[in-house]
């Protein structure tokens, strides 16, 4: 069986997801900088929140950082900070324990913390007066071995506690300028500062991102200071993160600030690489500085051609060389110094069998070359990091990097870091959005063609049997391929039988009647270039509902997959894209003296979704067939109205019964 994915991405971004296992806050010795509620917005947002184990009622941030254009790179620190209210003993065990990460770039400095008990108790602790216990860090299937997450207990926190907690964090050295996000927060109280200082001969370029409203609110300021300039961006009084999902739908709510030079005053530091003033200068001058890590020996040369040997056809080569790197090679994350935006020589990847996804692509790039496949780097940017701003060249915006090579075609996009996944089936978590190709003749912003990582269908088959007593026995397949199988996939190769038979039962066992599976498997786990299909054997543990000579049974048996749509002050695009259509065909052998009785048919088409459903009977086969097919696109927030209406007319539709009609009784 083929080793599971490896889901690496590639280390860009400056602010790292913040570990605490109780997240930061905003603190007692910061209160005059950081909003406050006042007594009666506290009361109210007690008495609104009564079952609550902890209120978070305040939060902060700020970010502080110079710009040293001879390491092009950020040196600063960050604070971030919550305040909580400690409503019962569950509570205090989710703040009790707290998280830190101290890497290569990130730095943990210290934290503070602060208690206030309601009969007066006061009590402070330092980062020293805490029992920290650390381990290597780990985020998914990465490890960083240069970078450690530690944890530690808050003591004597009891329920009705107000606690401050604020961590502090240094930078050193990170390319480029970083991106800052403000929104997205917890709490009633929140406001968020970032703050930039760069020497005054710099050009500095500003995207904002985000909905107008938001955006609006951005304080924005510039100070001189001598030779330097200080740029000040800073929101107040932010709202809680509304909770919008439509599956995969875009987080929102949140202002995205990208910052980036476009001219030194003079010329560029060699080091500048991270710098420009299109996609085509920075691209250029990543490539002059990554040039040499592509260089190759005689090893790398004799396994390239030998892997070939007696290949013709571009695609079949290519596939062979992917195939051997990802058999060959495994992730390992070391993001030390340069590492996190430079690629390893592909000379060590290849000598160590181990590299990140730079690595690891830098080793299959160099290969291809050594066999006259022409192949580039691909920067990329993951759909869960959400869009990026593609007007502002800002390299930190990408956080994955693979391979793009030319089969004499369209070319081929290729991810080493997927173990198994064929040449032509791009995850879909790398073609959300535009990806930049670098080329030796400079960068080029373009978009991987949709049928490559578009789901396949979703295909569900039901064969049963209504037995004379009123309980069904049914056979339940799921078949799927591409982009859509590939995710399941990497569900299924992390898990054993077991986990593998319960994953499958909770995805296709009726929760509309009592049921319970007899047996579930797999098929063709371990060839990625096959549909991949889970199967279920299953039977109802009791009988169907009855009326006065009739049954019921459920319009739904296998659950629908949950797309549920929230209308509360909804201001982002709503990403339809990478949602599966569901074909669901029926045969249910009905026994004598059993038939439906008609029923109409459902049609509902808005844009973004066509809902049909049909079912009928042919002698004493039931047959019903349901399609759920969503449109490839992004839709702006205000078509959501008609597109919730329409699944909630579908859902009341559905969630009723088929009416069986008893003819006869007779045994019955």
């Not at 990625?528 to 299953?538: F, K, N, P, V």
Request: proline letters at 7%; aromatic letters at 8%.
């Amino acid at each position: 069986m083929p080793r599971p994915p490896r889901l690496a991405f590639l280390i860009l971004t400056l602010i790292a997801p913040f570990i605490c296992m109780a997240p930061s806050s905003s603190a007692v010795w910061a209160k005059d900088d950081n909003p406050r509620m006042t007594s009666e917005q506290l009361d109210a947002f007690a008495r609104a929140h009564p079952d609550a184990s902890v209120l978070v009622l305040s939060e902060w941030e700020h970010f502080k950082g110079e710009y040293k254009p001879k390491s092009d790179g950020i040196h600063g620190r960050v604070r971030r900070g919550q305040e909580y209210w400690l409503r019962n003993a569950r509570g205090v065990e989710s703040v009790a324990r707290v998280g830190a990460y101290d890497g290569p770039i990130r730095r943990f400095k210290g934290i503070k913390v602060e208690v206030e008990s309601a009969d007066g108790r006061h009590q402070k602790f330092d980062k020293g007066d805490l029992q920290w216990v650390k381990r290597s860090s780990q985020d998914g299937l990465v490890f960083t071995f240069d970078a450690v997450q530690s944890y530690a207990v808050i003591p004597g926190l009891r329920a009705g506690d107000r606690v401050w907690i604020e961590q502090e964090y240094e930078y050193k050295g990170v390319h480029g300028l970083p991106t800052w996000k403000f929104g997205g927060y917890d709490a009633p109280c929140a406001q968020s500062r970032f703050t930039l200082e760069l020497p005054s001969s710099h050009t500095l370029v500003i995207g904002r991102r985000g909905p107008s409203n938001l955006v609006s609110r951005v304080e924005e300021s510039i100070d001189e200071n001598g030779r330097r300039k200080i740029y000040s961006w800073r929101m107040r009084d932010l709202q809680p993160h509304r909770y919008e999902q439509l599956s995969y739908g875009v987080p929102s709510e949140s202002v995205v600030i990208t910052p980036h030079v476009t001219s030194f005053g003079k010329e560029y530091p060699d080091q500048a690489f991270a710098s420009g003033t299109s996609w085509e200068a920075v691209g250029q001058r990543y490539l002059n500085r990554i040039d040499e890590v592509f260089e190759s020996n005689e090893e790398i040369t004799r396994t390239a051609k030998s892997v070939v040997a007696n290949l013709e056809d571009p695609k079949d080569r290519i596939n062979e060389l992917y195939t051997h790197v990802q058999k060959s090679c495994r992730y390992l994350g070391l993001f030390e110094g340069l590492d996190g935006i430079i690629p390893r020589p592909a000379k060590e990847v290849h000598d160590s069998g181990y590299g990140d996804c730079k690595g690891l692509s830098t080793l299959l790039i160099t290969m291809l070359r050594e066999v006259d496949i022409e192949a580039f780097p691909v920067l990329v940017r993951t759909r869960s990091a959400g869009p990026y701003d593609a007007s502002i060249p800002n390299m930190t915006q990408f956080n994955h990097f693979t391979v793009w090579a030319n089969d004499g075609k369209d070319g081929l996009w290729l991810d080493p870091t997927y173990d198994g996944c064929p040449a032509g089936v791009v995850p879909d978590q790398n073609a959300a959005w535009p990806v930049v190709v670098l080329r030796p003749t400079g960068a080029e912003i373009r978009r991987i063609p949709t049928d490559l990582w578009a789901p396949s269908p979703v295909r569900l088959r039901l064969n049963g049997e209504l037995h004379q007593n009123g309980e069904i026995s049914f056979e339940l397949s799921e078949r799927c391929a591409g982009s859509t199988a590939l995710g399941v996939r990497i569900k299924a190769l992390f898990a054993t039988k077991t986990q593998q038979a319960a994953m499958i039962s909770k995805r296709l066992l009726p929760k509309s009647v009592s049921a319970q599976a007899i047996s579930a498997s797999v098929v063709s786990l371990d060839d990625w270039r096959a549909d991949i299909e889970c199967q279920l054997s299953a039977k109802t543990t009791s009988t169907l509902p009855r009326g006065k000579n009739e049954l019921f049974l459920p319009r739904i048996l296998v659950p629908l997959p949950e797309r549920r749509l929230y209308l509360t002050d909804r201001v982002t695009p709503i990403d339809l894209r990478f949602l599966p259509a569901r074909i669901e065909e029926w045969k249910i052998r009905l026994p004598p003296g059993v038939n439906l009785r008609p029923v109409e048919d459902l049609r509902i088409e808005v844009q973004g979704l066509t809902w049909t459903r049909r079912a009928w009977q042919e002698e004493n086969v039931l047959h019903l067939s349901r399609e759920i097919v969503w449109s490839h696109e992004i839709l702006p927030p205000e078509q959501l109205i008609p597109l919730v209406e329409a699944l909630d007319r579908a859902h009341e539709a559905e969630n009723k019964f088929l009416s069986l009609e008893l003819t006869t009784v007779e045994g019955r």
